[in-house]
C-alpha cells in the first residue's frame, strides 16, 4: 500500500458526459502527479500540482482540468469524454525535494 | 523531445534464471531513474531507483545499472520467482522540470515454472 488513495475504482459513463476524480496524497506530501494509461501503453504524464499551484503540464488535453486544494487532495476532471478516453487513470504523490513518486490503485474510466 | 526507450516489449524467463530490461534516454542533463513495477489491476510500485552520480545499485534480487556517457541504464533480477511476473517500466527525470519524469513502454516479464 503506497498510502496514495483514489476515488473511484471504477466509472462507467457516457459519451459527452463529465466525471472528476479524486486522489489523495500520502501524508506529508505536496506534490500531486496525474497520468493515463490506455490498454497496453504506457504511462502519459497529464499535469503536476504543487501544494495547490499548477507546477508542470503535459500533454492534457483541453477537455481535462485539474486542481489542488488546500487539504493537498487533488481532482482531474474530465469533460465532453469520447471514447478514446476510456482509460486508467493514475495518481501519484512526492515529497518536498523528492523525486520519488508513489502511485495511487488508479481509477478505470469506461466511456460508452 | 525528450523520450526514453525501453526493450524488450515482452521478455519470458525460465524461473531462477536472471532477466534484464534495457532503457535509453535522451535528455543528456536527466539525473533521476526510477523502475516501476505494474501488476495486473494495481498501480505502479517504486521497486528502485539511481541517480546519475551512481553507477550501480543493488537491493536484494534486483539491481540496476546506469551509464551516463551512452545514456543507457539496466534492471537486473536474478534468481527469478512467480511473482516478479508484472509489467516493468523504466523512467528518466527531465531537465526541464526537476520533479516530471518520463516513462518507457514497459516490458512484460513471465517467469516459466
Known amino acids: 500500500d503506497s498510502g496514495v488513495t483514489q476515488t473511484p475504482k471504477h466509472l462507467i459513463t457516457a459519451t459527452g458526459q463529465r466525471v472528476t476524480l479524486r486522489c489523495s496524497p500520502r501524508?506529508?506530501?505536496?506534490?500531486v502527479y496525474w497520468y493515463q494509461q490506455s490498454l497496453d501503453q504506457g504511462l502519459q504524464f497529464l499535469i503536476q500540482?504543487?501544494?495547490?499551484?499548477?507546477?508542470a503540464k503535459g500533454n492534457i488535453l483541453e477537455r481535462f482540468s485539474a486542481q489542488q486544494f488546500p487539504d493537498l487532495h487533488s481532482e482531474l476532471n474530465l469533460s465532453s469524454l469520447e471514447l478514446g478516453d476510456s482509460a486508467l487513470y493514475f495518481c501519484?504523490?512526492?515529497?518536498?525535494?523528492?523525486?520519488?513518486?508513489?502511485f495511487g490503485p488508479g481509477t478505470r474510466l469506461t466511456v460508452t | 523531445g525528450e523520450n526514453v526507450e525501453q526493450h524488450p516489449s515482452t521478455l519470458s524467463v525460465q524461473e531462477g534464471d536472471s532477466a534484464v530490461i534495457k532503457c535509453t534516454y535522451s535528455?543528456?542533463?536527466?539525473?533521476?531513474f526510477p523502475w516501476y513495477k505494474q501488476e495486473l489491476g494495481k498501480g505502479p510500485q517504486l521497486i528502485i531507483d539511481?541517480?546519475?552520480?551512481?553507477g550501480e545499485k543493488k537491493d536484494q534480487r534486483i539491481a540496476v545499472t546506469l551509464n551516463k556517457t551512452a545514456k543507457h541504464f539496466s534492471l537486473h533480477i536474478t534468481e527469478t520467482q512467480p511473482e516478479d511476473s508484472a509489467v516493468y517500466f523504466c523512467?528518466?527525470?527531465?531537465?526541464?522540470?526537476?520533479?516530471?519524469?518520463?516513462f518507457g513502454s514497459g516490458t512484460r516479464l513471465s517467469i516459466r515454472p
Open positions: 501519484a504523490s512526492s515529497g518536498q525535494g523528492s523525486y520519488e513518486q508513489y
Open positions: 501524508s506529508g506530501d505536496l506534490s
Open positions: 500540482y504543487y501544494n495547490g499551484e499548477e507546477r
Open positions: 535528455d543528456s542533463a536527466s539525473n533521476y
Open positions: 539511481i541517480r546519475s552520480n551512481v
Open positions: 523512467a528518466a527525470s527531465i531537465s526541464s522540470s526537476a520533479s516530471k519524469i518520463i
